[in-house]
């Protein structure tokens, strides 16, 4: 696929009724041209009084409820969560020359659904969310290993690693999805979905 055959020409796209299906080929478009991290997205969170933060996360799930991904919940951005729910995310794919922008209300997921993915990562990835103690410091990358070691030895003779109890998802749930599309000149296409308040979503276009 060739740069230009990853754009729609203005007069050539048509916005479906419903985000997440566009949302869902743009992602199957990444996962077939994009390097590295197709799922990747920029999670921008805030203190309570309004201070914001942002850094990249991976996209674990999507469903009609909205985006899923999952962290320690006792991190910097994990007690911004709980302390305001208000959360933004931005995908962009530089080979598509696309961009998706989603912001919303985030709200954990279910034990579940948290055990059913968690069960699914690499070994080594489910004790490395035992031994890091994320965003707290760290004296050495030493000390590090050896708290890996210790759970390594800790689970050796178990088959299932249980998953911590601050380790957890967090599903955005979206009140604003905008869509981009580069265009010359810098005349962009943007598409904005927001709820209709009846399950549906209203669409509009947007000035570049």
Same mark, same amino acid.
């Given at each position: 696929?060739?740069?230009?055959?990853?754009?729609?020409?203005?007069?050539?796209?048509?916005?479906?009724?419903?985000?997440?299906?566009?949302?869902?080929?743009?992602?199957?478009?990444?996962?077939?041209?994009?390097?590295?991290?197709?799922?990747?997205?920029?999670?921008?969170?805030?203190?309570?009084?309004?201070?914001?933060?942002?850094?990249?996360?991976?996209?674990?799930?999507?469903?009609?409820?909205?985006?899923?991904?999952?962290?320690?919940?006792?991190?910097?951005?994990?007690?911004?969560?709980?302390?305001?729910?208000?959360?933004?995310?931005?995908?962009?794919?530089?080979?598509?020359?696309?961009?998706?922008?989603? &912001?919303?209300?985030?709200?954990?997921?279910?034990? #579940? /659904?948290?055990? =059913?993915?968690?069960? +699914?990562?690499? %070994?080594?990835?489910?004790?490395?969310?035992?031994?890091?103690?994320?965003?707290?410091?760290?004296?050495?990358?030493? &000390?590090?290993?050896?708290?890996?070691?210790?759970? #390594? /030895?800790?689970? =050796?003779?178990?088959? +299932?690693?249980? %998953?911590?109890?601050?380790?957890?998802?967090?599903?955005?749930?979206?009140?604003?999805?905008?869509?981009?599309?580069?265009?010359?000149?810098?005349?962009?296409?943007?598409?904005?979905?927001?709820?209709?308040?009846?399950?549906?979503?209203?669409?509009?276009?947007?000035?570049?």
């Amino acid at each position: 696929m060739t740069k230009s055959d990853n754009k729609e020409a203005p007069e050539g796209f048509e916005a479906p009724e419903n985000p997440y299906d566009l949302f869902k080929d743009w992602l199957t478009l990444a996962e077939d041209n994009e390097i590295n991290d197709p799922n990747a997205m920029c999670l921008a969170t805030a203190t309570p009084d309004g201070k914001p933060s942002a850094r990249m996360v991976l996209l674990k799930g999507l469903d009609e409820r909205g985006f899923v991904f999952y962290t320690n919940d006792t991190s910097r951005k994990g007690e911004q969560i709980n302390e305001n729910k208000n959360a933004a995310i931005c995908f962009h794919w530089k080979t598509l020359q696309k961009q998706v922008r989603v &912001e919303g209300v985030i709200e954990q997921v279910s034990a #579940e /659904e948290a055990d =059913k993915y968690y069960n +699914t990562r690499h %070994r080594g990835s489910r004790v490395g969310a035992w031994a890091s103690k994320q965003s707290q410091e760290l004296g050495s990358y030493d &000390e590090l290993k050896k708290f890996v070691e210790g759970y #390594e /030895e800790e689970f =050796k003779d178990r088959e +299932t690693i249980p %998953r911590p109890p601050y380790w957890n998802g967090f599903r955005l749930k979206p009140n604003y999805i905008e869509f981009w599309i580069d265009g010359e000149y810098r005349l962009h296409q943007r598409y904005l979905y927001e709820p209709d308040g009846n399950g549906g979503w209203t669409t509009k276009m947007l000035y570049p």
